[in-house]
């Protein structure tokens, strides 16, 4: 399928407002990422190969950069009339065996490559001419645009007010050519034209790893449903964590993220009734690019922990999963005591709810050493 897909990202234009080229302008994730880079990247990793960024204004700069990336280049001679016309050149470059093309302007870098995935997995089975990621009832980029339509763009048809025009006339005339797909993904409707876009640019992709609240909220209500009980502690779970986390950042040089503590405790039971629910969660959270809130996830049921070891998130979601049963907070010996009550007569059982005992102890002992607080303290439990 990834030899018929391609993509376009547009990279043509002045950057007027940004007084910067956008495309060039560095964001996390090592000393030669830029905006462009993050692009290009997206959906390398997600094996698409034939990537083409086409180019205007400062043309040898943006072509020397998509090189050094591994992509195609074509110069848009009339990139000053607009981005439509640097989809037509897009378009026009495309190879013949082309099924369709993802459109991904250069100023929308923060696209996850779980919106990706869940677009191509749609693909495979889906007879529509337009594709559109949707986040909380909004659409989004990238739209995947099936071949039916290049010869209208090419030609211009339609397109008076550029390419949106088009794909209005298509879905007002066959709505059923057009398809949405639900997304957990705000980024998708997040673009960078202004040096205030940029500076928030720059802060979203340090914590791409984990869902903001919105995000989270979409994510357990859309994607992966879960029931209002499992909500319920799970929101207990991340209020605890949250706790938690304040408490121990007072005394720690490198603070913890509170946010991603909150993500983590809401999310550590997404798959819960599944089969290693901790494992097969976490890999959901993997797919969609979740990456952090995934590792936090993996270790909320079992986690190596020692008094050496420096606490983290995981460790702190894993205490608060143990400090919260149903969404009632309680003592770590009550969480245990129903399960050992349970599994009594199973020794292997037993030897391990007792180890998972021992650790969530140990984490709390840490947190109790670090802060000198009670851990009741800490989360007005009473004894």
């Known amino acids: 399928m990834a030899d018929s897909l391609s993509v376009l990202i547009p990279a043509a234009g002045y950057s007027s407002r940004m007084g910067k080229l956008k495309g060039l302008l560095p964001l996390p994730g090592g000393r030669s990422c830029t905006v462009l880079k993050r692009c290009v990247d997206l959906f390398q990793d997600c094996g698409l190969g034939h990537i083409t960024v086409v180019t205007g204004h400062a043309r040898e700069e943006i072509e020397s950069a ?61 007879s529509t001419q337009i594709l559109y990621p949707v986040f909380n009832g909004r659409r989004g980029h990238p739209p995947l645009i099936h071949k039916s339509l290049f010869e209208l763009i090419r030609n211009g048809e339609h397109c008076e007010q550029g390419l949106r025009s088009l794909l209005s006339h298509v879905e007002h005339n066959n709505p059923l050519a057009v398809q949405e797909v639900a997304t957990c993904d705000a980024n998708i409707l997040f673009d960078v034209d202004t040096p205030d876009d940029y500076h928030q640019a720059y802060s979203r992709a340090l914590v791409l790893g984990y869902p903001t609240k919105e995000e989270c909220d979409c994510l357990i209500k859309e994607i992966y449903p879960m029931p209002d009980k499992g909500i319920a502690h799970g929101e207990e779970v991340a209020r605890v964590a949250v706790c938690l986390c304040k408490e121990v950042n007072r005394y720690m040089d490198n603070p913890l993220d509170a946010s991603l503590c909150y993500a ?50 995981k460790e702190l979601v894993h205490l608060a999963d143990k400090i919260v049963r149903g969404s009632r907070r309680v003592q770590v010996a009550e969480r245990f005591a129903e399960k050992m009550e349970i599994y009594k007569d199973d020794p292997l059982a037993v030897k391990a709810i007792q180890r998972r005992l021992d650790q969530a102890m140990q984490i709390k002992k840490a947190v109790e050493n670090l802060t000198e607080k009670k851990l009741n303290e800490i989360l007005d439990i009473r004894e």
């Open 264 to 313: 983590g405790g809401l999310l550590h039971d997404i798959a819960k009734g599944y089969p290693q629910h901790e494992a097969t969660g976490a890999t959901w959270l993997w797919q969609l690019g979740f990456h952090s809130a995934a590792t936090v996830v993996a270790a909320h049921k079992d986690i190596d922990f020692s008094p050496e070891t420096s606490l983290t998130e």
């Open 66 to 126: 998509a090189c050094r990336y591994g992509c195609n280049t074509v110069f848009n001679p009339d990139f000053a009339d607009g981005m439509f016309s640097s989809i037509q050149a897009g378009v026009n470059s495309l190879p013949a065996s082309t099924e369709a093309f993802f459109l991904l302007p250069v100023d929308i870098p923060l696209v996850r490559t779980g919106t990706i995935q869940r677009l191509l997995l749609t693909h495979t089975t889906s």
